[in-house]
Nanobody, 123 residues
Framework: QVQLAESGGGSVQAGGSLILSCRVSVITPRAACVGWFRQAPGKMREGVALIRTDVGSTAVADSAKGRFTITQDNAKNMVSLQLTRLKPEDTAMYYC????????????????WGQGTQVTVSS
C-alpha cells in the first residue's frame, strides 16, 4: 500500500508563487514515477509534471514549462512542485500520483493517488 498526501495549496494573486509538496510513504530505488496532475471544475484531469524518482529525470507539460519545476527530496520521502508566475488559468485541484516502472502522461498508468490540494489564482 503506497500512500500519498499533498499540501501547500492556497490562494495567491496572479504572478505569485506556491510550493506544493507530496509526501510518499516510500520512495523506492527501483523504477518508479511520481506525477503531478490538476483538474479544474468542468475540465478533464491533466498532467502537469513527472519525475522518475530512481534516476531524477523530469518532464513538464507545455503549459507549465518555464514556470513550474518538479523536484524530489529522498531524505523526506517528498516530491515538490514549485509554481511561479501563476496565472488564473492555473486554478485547479492539484493531485500527486505514483506508479512503478516508467513515467507516462496517461492517468490510467498511475495506481495510487493523493486527496489533492487546492490552488486558486486571482487576477
Amino acid at each position: 500500500q503506497v500512500q500519498l498526501a499533498e499540501s501547500g495549496g492556497g490562494s495567491v494573486q496572479a504572478g505569485g508563487s506556491l510550493i506544493l509538496s507530496c509526501r510518499v510513504s516510500v520512495i523506492t530505488p527501483r523504477a518508479a514515477c511520481v506525477g503531478w496532475f490538476r483538474q479544474a471544475p468542468g475540465k478533464m484531469r491533466e498532467g502537469v509534471a513527472l519525475i522518475r524518482t530512481d534516476v531524477g529525470s523530469t518532464a513538464v507539460a507545455d503549459s507549465a514549462k518555464g514556470r513550474f519545476t518538479i523536484t524530489q527530496d529522498n531524505a523526506k520521502n517528498m516530491v515538490s512542485l514549485q509554481l511561479t508566475r501563476l496565472k488564473p488559468e492555473d486554478t485547479a485541484m492539484y493531485y500527486c500520483a505514483f506508479t512503478e516502472g516508467g513515467c507516462y502522461w496517461d492517468l490510467s498508468k498511475f495506481n495510487y493517488w493523493g486527496q489533492g490540494t487546492q490552488v486558486t489564482v486571482s487576477s
